[in-house]
């Protein structure tokens, strides 16, 4: 279609003079500063004054180190078109991690907008593009393996909806107006599993650590963290970071360990703290975990000037992260707060009847097969019922060798302990190892995973592109009430429910059934493009079959 022209040149004064082709001095260009050294590094961007940006970075002591220019044009470019090469290049070369890349937040405006053949610079143009990057060796994984990367999900540079954008703005806005108060405020983010919150907030905390960079800025100087009760997730954090100029692995921590820090008598009050997962923060003692205070979300307030807390009361797991109302509202008392919904469905690509069926389910009420399902198109989200075990670990294995990232996970009815011995749930004719949590990078995406079960402790706040479900012992069925039944009984979470005395004892089975209920929701909401369920329980499976007849 339309042609494109690639060069690469010295980045040095004369030979980026002799750079005379029409695309490159009178169009839209997308250029790549890198070094191929034992550390190799890259600065990514988009100019329509070659000559004259170029001269800018020939003077720039960062870029320095960088040895070799790349041009890339087209005959057809846009600023839109150049600015969504770029955005998805720096996205890509950060899942990649080969290089540290030097691009600071250019802008605060980096939200999807359409624009004329966006689809084909976006995909066709772009897969061009990286084609040749990897025949010249600058780039070395696929498209594909990247794109089913957590750190490419979680990159701070991916384009964000509207909604995300004015939350992005309201934060920053946020963050420069009280930073200098006498009192400690904080900043509620909440919305349902798949809204995006956690891709707000990467991008969010990479611009405020580049404006504590920036003199010019209100926020410079300050003293940032992200906190997050997720071993998992804090290892894809940490990633992010060694690609990035001012993310530093030391700002990224779990909040008992920052707690502990803060609260040492010759360390100062952090200026902003954000808290991805904050349902994951323990709301009483935990000493197994050295944690000695009332609850988390209490102290990290106490030690920072603001706090920026992502929530959905949806995915708590356990007693011990039990929050509600009244404990929110404490934990208010006295400062300055505020709260913002997410709304919009960004993981789950399916009709809206769909996401309902799935609300229904963790509300205990199964309702029938949307027509979505039972007419679906060859594109459409993929809702399934297996009536075997060992049939949906075949599928999600098909699934895996076509598009990877496919996994089983299950709800934590089957005994496992934290001895390092492997245990394995067994059904007729199905039987894997499960909950393994040993690995050094993200569960999911390590290869061996496909032949194991996961839980809610290694998927939660990821993504899969097809999830199978165990729902184990705990999850039954009661057709004189038409409902879900949940036998807490069977769950085998010993962690889940140890007991806590603000708890009334008339309401401890309710709280225990919803913490069960929320697992099922983070589970059931794993995957992009698929969903298939299997129940263990002869009552919900002879009900989840009925709904295919």
Partial sequence: MNSKLIQIKKF???????????????YPIVYILYNDTKRPAAYIGQTVHLQRRMKQHLSDTKRKSLKTALFIGNEKFNQSATYNVETNLINFFIAEKRYKLQNVSQTLDNKI?????????????????????????????????????????????????????????????????????????????????GTGKSVVLSSTFNTIQDLSQDKASKLYDTENYLLVNHQEMLKTYKEISETLPNLKKKNFMKPTSFINRKTRP?????????????HLLLSKKDSY????????????????????VVYDRKQVLKFKSYWDDNLINHVKRGIHSEVLML????????????????????????????????????????????????????????????????RLVSTFDYLHKKD?????????NFKLPWNRTDYKTTWAEVDETINEVGSIYTIQGF?????????????????????????????????????????PADRVEEVKTQIILNSINVLMKRGIHGLYIYASDSKLRLKLESLTN
């Fill in 113 to 193: 907008h359409d624009y004329y053949n966006k689809e084909y610079y976006d995909q066709t143009f772009f897969d061009s593009i990286w084609d040749e990057l990897r025949e010249q060796n600058i780039v070395r994984e696929t498209l594909d393996d990247l794109r089913n990367k957590d750190v490419f999900k979680l990159s701070p540079y991916k384009e964000l909806s509207a909604e995300q954008m004015d939350l992005k703005h309201h934060i920053i806005d946020y963050c420069k107006r009280h930073i200098d108060d006498d009192k400690h405020s904080i900043f509620f983010i909440e919305g349902d599993a």
């Fill in 343 to 406: 709304t919009n469905q960004f993981r789950i690509r399916a009709e809206e009847e769909i996401l309902n069926w799935m609300d229904a389910f963790t509300n205990k009420k199964v309702l029938p097969l949307p027509k979505s399902v039972t007419n679906a198109r060859k594109d459409s989200f993929e809702l399934e019922i297996f009536s075997d075990a060992g049939e949906m670990y075949k599928k999600i294995q098909q699934k895996n060798k076509k598009y990877g990232l496919s």
């Fill in 463 to 503: 993504d899969l592109n097809y999830v199978g479900i165990i729902l184990g012992p705990s999850v039954s069925y009661n057709f004189e009430k038409d409902e879900l039944e949940i036998i807490t009984t069977n769950y085998k979470d010993s962690e889940a429910f140890k007991a806590r005395e603000d708890i």
């Fill in 420 to 428: 390092k011995k492997d245990y394995f749930i067994e059904e007729p």
């Fill in 12 to 26: 040095e004064k004369e030979p980026i003079q002799e750079i005379d082709s029409a695309y490159f001095n009178n």
């Fill in 289 to 308: 975990n050295n944690f000695n205070q009332d609850n988390h979300l209490e102290e990290i307030i106490k030690q920072s000037k603001i706090t920026i």
């Fill in 266 to 278: 010759e360390k100062a009050v952090a200026d902003i703290v954000f808290v991805d997962e904050a």
